[in-house]
């Protein structure tokens, strides 16, 4: 039954065919749309070229590097390591693009400084104050990171402090939880009243406001972190090479 | 000029109209991919990891839209992707705005925090809202002048 009405569709769709042919209409051949190959293989390549500069972007930024270089504070600057080579890194811990250039070459900066052959003076800026909800993480976090240096974390917890960064307009981390970041680290002395008690606040206001009106600082007229300065001039970021130059 | 010619002059505009904009929006992110993760991060949605993905996909898939449209390949299908992806947009602002976020969209390069009283919301909005209409208008009318799909329809026997 089956095949012979198969067979008798087929008949009739052969006649069908011939009375168009023999009107003259071409009746077109069902094909694959050239447009949506066209359109898949365009989007495909931009993922692709998408994922290819996500990769070249991540590459550095693996896991962290642990730190065993040590550290020493100065009012609101850090003096990280013993290496020859000098840079000046001003830092905000609020500010997404410290995080970025944290990850981006974090990672490089540590083992140059475990290694002996980079000395980094982390100045502790507090610029984004207004950008926490209540305003003031940027001066609570600096001031906590701080304390760490007496505490014997600072490396580490510089690190912490950037991979924990909370949102711009979140309330950030509360004292407590910049308190248990430390001792979960193992923080010497009485690094909970230095962080709570905003010990080094003034310190960081003072750095900031020096930072801020320091023209050598400055783009376009602006000071902004992260800025990196090296030799006397201001170091550019775009430059993926900046710390190799300057290390030799 | 007959009608369809006159709808056929309007497709047209709205087709390079929004390819301009996916070309010009999706350069200016793919130059400064560091802005572009803050202006992802900004709207503090998606996971870290998830941000830095997005942020180094979406200017190369922008200007994929944007070329396709130049070229007219495929218009319907891009214009309903470039729907989907606006509409995605303007998600993405709205929740920013009842959140009480104070961020710029970063639509067009830029992007991130910014002062509780310089936020564009209703201004972002409204632009995200008018170039949805460019794309569908072509979603319903998607023949248009100068396309690679008229000739792309024309080669099939």
Known sequence: MGGASRGERKRRQEAAAQRLAAAGIQVPEK???PALMIVIAVVVVAVLVGGVVL??????????????????????????????????????????????????????????????????????????????????????????????????IYPTYHQKLFANQPSEGSAGLTDAQLVQLGTELGAKGDFAACVTGAKNAAAVT???NKAIADPALQTNGQFG???????????????????????G | MSRAHVLDLVGTLARLGLAAVWLVSGTLKAIDLDQTVVAVRAYDVLPRAAVDVVAAVLP???????????LGIGTRLVAVASGVLLLIFIAGVTQAWARGLAIDCGCFGGGGAVAPGATAYVQEIVRDVGFLALAAWLVVRPHTLLSMDARLTAGRT
Request: glycine content about 8%; hydrophobic content about 45%.
């Open chain 1, 31 to 33: 094909r694959s749309n």
């Open chain 1, 55 to 152: 990769y070249m972007r991540n590459s550095s930024s693996g896991a962290a590097v642990a730190p065993t270089y040590t550290a020493t504070a100065s009012g609101a600057v850090v003096t990280a390591g013993t290496g020859k080579a000098v840079i000046d890194v001003y830092e905000d811990f609020l500010c997404p693009n410290c995080e970025i250039f944290e990850k981006a070459y974090g990672n490089e900066i540590v083992s140059a400084l475990n290694e002996g052959k980079l000395t980094v003076r982390y100045h502790s800026i507090a610029i984004l104050d207004s950008r926490s909800t209540p305003p003031g993480y940027s001066t609570r976090a600096a001031n906590a990171a701080l304390c760490a240096v007496p505490a014997g």
């Open chain 1, 206 to 208: 003072a750095e900031t």
């Open chain 1, 225 to 247: 972190t992260p800025t990196v300065v090296a030799n006397g001039a201001m170091v550019d970021l775009n430059n993926t090479g900046w710390l190799k130059a300057i290390i």
């Open chain 2, 60 to 70: 190369f898939l922008e200007i994929a839209l944007g070329l396709l449209l130049l």
